[in-house]
């Protein structure tokens, strides 16, 4: 069973950015196409983008273009979201998740990284 | 873009009790792209159903889906306590990933 690693929680100000990781233990990395995924407070689950790893093709919700960038690090076998200009409204934990070869739904989940934005 | 509206937003059971979750979206969806995941408290979510009726690894047989076109169903045969927490309906077409607002299940 493969387990995504990522990294601890952070605190930021208002128009900062932040940075995600997310290390998966096992399997091959370039098979996993990596979604993120934030969910605020109380609230439900909302899909921010993902990169397929092997090629390196992103793909971003509307909502977040051109404030978010996910990459893949081959090197590292780590894949990263930045998210810039950041708000009160970006207080949420981040989910990191992984869709298997072949596969179209997210079957693996990191642990959460709680983001909180605070002046 | 897709929207997926998920019903009812609470649903209250007593153990051994069926449930019936219903997601309807606004466009026409691929079942193959269609599946449920499941949080509890404090947890990250977990996949369930994928393809609109094949469980994920792990999942017991008293979950099932079904569904086509704009309207699909989650059903849990049985409530058990463990099933507690928000379920979410979630589609994958053009690159695009959505979920719907979740259904929260309690437990009497």
């Known amino acids: 069973q493969v387990q995504l690693v990522q990294s601890g929680a952070e605190m930021k100000k208002p128009g900062s950015s932040v940075t995600v990781s997310c290390k998966p233990s096992g399997g091959s990395f370039d098979s996993y196409t990596f979604a993120w995924v934030r969910q605020a407070p109380g609230q439900g689950l909302e899909w921010m983008g993902r990169i397929i790893a092997i090629v390196g093709i992103t793909t971003y919700a509307q909502k977040f273009q051109g404030r978010v960038t996910i990459t893949a690090d081959k090197s590292t076998s780590t894949a990263y979201m930045d998210l810039e200009r950041l708000t009160s409204d970006d207080t949420a934990t981040y989910y990191c998740?992984?869709?298997?070869?072949?596969?179209?739904?997210?079957?693996?989940w990191g642990q959460g990284t709680l983001v909180t934005v605070s002046s | 873009e897709i929207v997926l509206t998920q019903s009812p937003g609470t649903l209250s059971l007593s153990p051994g009790e069926r449930a019936t979750l219903s997601c309807r979206a606004s466009q026409r969806v691929t079942s193959a792209y269609f599946a449920w995941y499941h949080q509890r408290p404090g947890q990250a979510p977990r996949l369930l159903l994928y393809g609109t009726s094949k469980r994920a690894t792990g999942i017991p047989d008293r979950f099932s889906g079904s569904g086509s076109g704009t309207d699909f169903t989650l059903t849990i045969s049985r409530v058990e306590p463990e099933d507690l927490g928000v379920y979410y309906c979630q589609q994958y077409v053009a690159s695009l990933w959505t979920f719907g607002q979740g259904t929260k299940v309690e437990i009497k």
């Open positions: 998740a992984a869709a298997g070869a072949n596969s179209d739904s997210l079957d693996f």
